[in-house]
């Protein structure tokens, strides 16, 4: 079974940084491409940024030049470095990852538990 797992949230003061991990392990052939979400109560999922394989990647408006994501394809990992936080970064964390278990399964998407990071004013 395929299983992401996510690291490194948790409390933080307004302008400070958190690192947050993501590890993929079970059964895995190939990753396509790797990203965080977020979701807020009371709002939708939003992606906040995307990672392909050959390591090109994609950010919403908002947290352009404040994060950056990054993976290590031989660990199976996806990060996100998150600076100079908001009180409107707070939000569940969730990683996301194409992932191809087998040579007879096709691409599909898999989806962490979450980790909550909660920026503080």
């Known amino acids: 079974q395929v299983q992401l797992v996510e690291s490194g949230g948790g409390l933080v003061q307004a302008g400070g940084s958190l690192r947050l991990s993501c590890a993929a392990s079970?059964?895995?052939?190939?990753?396509?491409?790797m990203g965080w979400y977020r979701q807020a109560p009371g709002k939708q999922r939003e992606r906040v940024a995307t990672i392909t394989r050959g390591g090109s990647t994609n950010y919403v408006d908002s947290v352009k030049g404040r994060f950056t994501i990054s993976r290590n394809n031989p660990k199976n990992m996806v990060y996100l470095q998150m600076n100079s936080l908001k009180p409107e970064d707070t939000a569940v964390y969730y990683c996301?990852?194409?992932?191809?278990?087998?040579?007879?399964?096709?691409?599909?998407?898999?989806w962490g538990r979450g980790t909550q990071v909660t920026v503080s004013s």
């Open positions: 079970g059964s895995i052939l190939s990753i396509n491409g």
């Open positions: 996301n990852a194409e992932i191809r278990a087998g040579e007879y399964d096709d691409f599909r998407n898999y």
